[in-house]
């Protein structure tokens, strides 16, 4: 019997190549997301630190000029944060999505990969089937032959 061919094998590469551009593309996606995050952490921890500068020492002589400084200081700080608050949202929508093309991808593969375990499965039975006909006829023309030898 002929060698297993799989007769969507192509399509089944194909969607192995396509789930492995996802998951590619979904790390990327998680890195850039991870990145936003940390640019997030920094303006934080750069506010919490401008608070604490801020607060000053007591007896300390104030400066209008330094204190208009700190305050716009301050106020570019909480615009970045609230910008880079919507670029963390955007980049974790876009890693959602991202892994839910993913998740479709596996899907897609997983079809084709039980279509040709399947496949598999009936030509080794075919292949087992014609191996018992092929015994069970070489078994008959062996006894044929004893028959007629003792004849």
């Not at 799989?6 to 990145?35: I, P």
């Not at 934080?44 to 400084?69: K, T």
């Amino acid at each position: 019997m002929r060698k297993f061919q799989f007769r969507f094998q192509r399509v089944y590469e194909l969607k192995e190549r396509l789930e492995d551009v996802r998951r590619a593309t979904l790390g990327e996606a998680v890195s850039a997301l991870e990145t936003d995050r940390q640019e997030l952490r920094r303006i934080e921890e750069a506010r919490g630190e401008r608070r604490e500068a801020s607060r000053g020492e007591a007896g300390q002589q104030l400066d209008p000029g330094l204190l208009q400084l700190a305050s716009n200081f301050g106020l570019r700080l909480e615009r970045e944060s609230g910008e880079q608050e919507e670029q963390v949202r955007l980049a974790q929508t876009v890693a959602d999505e991202k892994r839910d093309e993913l998740v479709e991808a596996t899907r897609d593969r997983k079809v084709f990969e039980i279509l040709r375990d399947r496949a598999a499965a009936t030509h080794r039975k075919q292949a087992q089937r014609q191996e018992l006909r092929t015994l069970d006829e070489l078994g008959g023309q062996q006894h044929h032959r004893k028959e007629t030898d003792e004849d």
